[in-house]
DNA sequence: GAATTCTCTGCAACCGGTTGCGTGTCAAGC
DNA sequence: GCTTGACACGCAACCGGTTGCAGAGAATTC
């Protein structure tokens, strides 16, 4: 028959006990306070561990500690290049913390992610959202189950990190006015997204500020197709350049012009955000730069420090970004 | 001070059974068993846990059942975009199955591979592994631990889905020759790689069979990078067209070859593998396409056969590949 | 009306660890 | 020689659920 339980026949703290001539006690103090035996009952113990394949199980730990060092990251799409780098920095601290990560995504449907979060929190020690797309009473009252740290969203009273990509942004501005572009477009992303709020609004006051004329042509989704349907929109509004939402938008774009036989940056430039593609577009694309990496790594100490102080406090934490120019964009047409 | 558990406050099913006036065998018969009961006490006990905001603790379930319903899936490099569709397939059939799936990056380095199996093998009812980079014995060791499907990696007596690439690679050859093409290369992906052995060996067998010249470029790893640096030794070998081990080192090769101002595919042809690029390359890659999402599920319906049997049987469950052309090919310049 | 069966619920042991408290041992201190 | 304290270890309760078994009524059968 096979009505055996799972794990069944793994060596347990008793069997271990047993061979070692010890009590159950010790088994686990030579795995968690080996300082407080002698040092001859802790190798006589690890000794008969490791002849019987013993691993202390995690879920029983986790049950008497309620400490289990696993969070959960929660991503809308993992096949976003946005996330990995991002994905990453926290696996990278979350090893450094002796955390183990788990990782979710959503595929961009609030539903989804609310199932996500619940399925998690009583696994998990605390919870990262990026770019969370759920309203800000659900992210509430998840956070009051389980130690919850954001990312790009803002939300009072949570622990946030925010990429604030309105500097590079207007850099961009900056960029294309000293170019001689006069009209440009800003093409959007998912409207639900606090990012996109923010580039529009940084878009807007670098256009008054040069006296810019500015088209925002919409983009149903952050999307390469979405990129690349907008460019009859894009050649019609009569601007010169533009900005989008993401890199993976203006690689729409590019192969959108390319299409079309409008060379860029001779006759258009495209400006990216968050500096994801790298040099892999062709031209190179010329983008915002956001540190996605360290957006990863500052949210896993947030919440490590949250889980340890068991307080979650206001902190709003927000990472720089700059321009960096590549081949994307030129001076404006004659 | 703040020297509570976390989960603290949260309520049990004690105090469920008290509120209902029910034992707690009661209270956890009527989430799991509910048929077990009489009507009437269910909707008491499941009014007096809404009024609590009792929700079953999954630690606690676990350890008493054995099943918790996690599952882990590790991939070298969440940043590659073959993974990405992979990972969707296995988490739309991991909703479906009420499991929850635990994605693991492992960073193509085999220690932390190994690290984020044992790490998760405590804590999973089953791992699915893609790509592995371990050797054999270690892969075996953890399967004798824990349940283990493998993707993309053929180990005899393990549950495995392999994406056969090896009739796409030929219809590639087949479709490089009818063009014309008398001289091509393979740019080769990760040694340790399976699916570059598949593949390498693929390309040769086409290769003789029409008669046309071989030639093998190493790229250390299957990177964009990798592919834009050998390019000169793709020119200078004199081939006309090339097979790449997979989409993102063809990518390299379509920038390398934009910047020497080589025309594709009027002057060169280039052939990806995987397909998960889709057109967003310009021109867009002609590839073999794999069937990444099939995979995942695959392998997740497998694991999940695995762990409701209770038992780990030799399969070899094999995907076929297809040519899909797009226009990264044309007939070899006279 | 008694025997039998069925339905519903409670008792208590168990999953595999952790940890507060108590005890025994031994060396140092008076 | 007796007290004191540190040290090393064991006892037993506990974490929050699940489940085999048994017993109380109610329903069915003869």
């Known amino acids: 028959m096979s009505d055996e339980k799972p794990g069944r026949g793994l060596p347990t703290i008793s069997q271990v006990a047993e061979v070692a001539g010890v009590s159950r006690a010790t088994?686990?103090?030579?795995?968690?306070?080996?300082?407080?035996?002698?040092?001859?009952?802790?190798?006589?113990?690890?000794?008969?561990?490791?002849?019987?394949?013993?691993?202390p199980n995690q879920?029983?730990?986790?049950?008497?500690?309620?400490?289990?060092?696993?969070i959960a990251l929660i991503v809308p799409d993992?096949?976003?290049?946005?996330?990995?780098?991002?994905?990453?920095?926290?696996?990278?601290?979350?090893?450094?913390?002796?955390?183990?990560?788990?990782?979710?995504?959503?595929?961009?449907?609030?539903?989804?992610?609310?199932?996500?979060?619940?399925?998690?929190?009583?696994?998990?020690?605390?919870?990262?959202?990026?770019?969370?797309?759920?309203?800000?009473?659900?992210?509430?009252?998840?956070?009051?189950?389980?130690?919850?740290?954001?990312?790009?969203?803002?939300?009072?009273?949570?622990?946030?990190?925010?990429?604030?990509?309105?500097?590079?942004?207007?850099?961009?501005v900056d960029h294309l006015a000293a170019l001689g572009h006069r009209h440009i477009c800003y093409v959007t992303g998912p409207a639900a997204s606090w990012s996109n709020q923010q580039r529009r609004r940084a878009v807007r006051n670098g256009a008054r500020h040069h006296g810019i004329t500015l088209t925002t042509l919409p983009?149903?989704?952050?999307?390469?197709?979405?990129?690349?349907?907008?460019?009859?929109?894009?050649?019609a509004s009569g601007a010169t350049a533009a900005i989008a939402f993401d890199d993976v938008t203006a690689q729409g774009l590019l192969v959108g012009l390319a299409e079309r036989k409008i060379n860029v940056p001779e006759r258009f430039s495209v400006i990216g955000c968050d500096d994801v593609l790298g040099a892999t577009t062709f031209p190179p694309l010329t983008t915002v730069s956001a540190h996605c990496d360290e957006a990863g790594e500052t949210a896993l100490d947030l919440l490590s420090d949250v889980i340890r102080l068991r307080g979650t406090r206001d902190i709003r934490y927000a990472l720089d970004t700059e321009l960096v120019v590549r081949g994307s964009t030129g001076p404006a047409p004659k």
Chains 1, 2 share one sequence.
């Open 27 to 55: 088994v686990s103090r030579a795995f968690t306070r080996p300082q407080m035996l002698s040092a001859d009952t802790v190798a006589k113990v690890k000794t008969a561990a490791k002849s019987l394949g013993y691993v």
């Open 59 to 70: 879920v029983a730990r986790a049950l008497s500690t309620g400490r289990h060092g696993n």
């Open 78 to 172: 993992v096949a976003n290049p946005f996330f990995p780098p991002l994905i990453r920095g926290a696996q990278g601290r979350a090893d450094l913390a002796g955390l183990c990560l788990f990782l979710g995504s959503s595929d961009e449907t609030p539903e989804r992610e609310d199932m996500l979060v619940a399925k998690f929190a009583g696994q998990v020690e605390g919870v990262i959202l990026v770019s969370s797309r759920l309203d800000e009473d659900r992210i509430r009252a998840h956070a009051a189950r389980v130690p919850v740290v954001l990312i790009n969203r803002d939300v009072p009273g949570l622990p946030r990190v925010l990429i604030d990509t309105a500097s590079g942004i207007g850099a961009a």
């Open 219 to 235: 983009a149903q989704r952050a999307s390469f197709e979405a990129g690349r349907e907008v460019v009859p929109a894009l050649i």
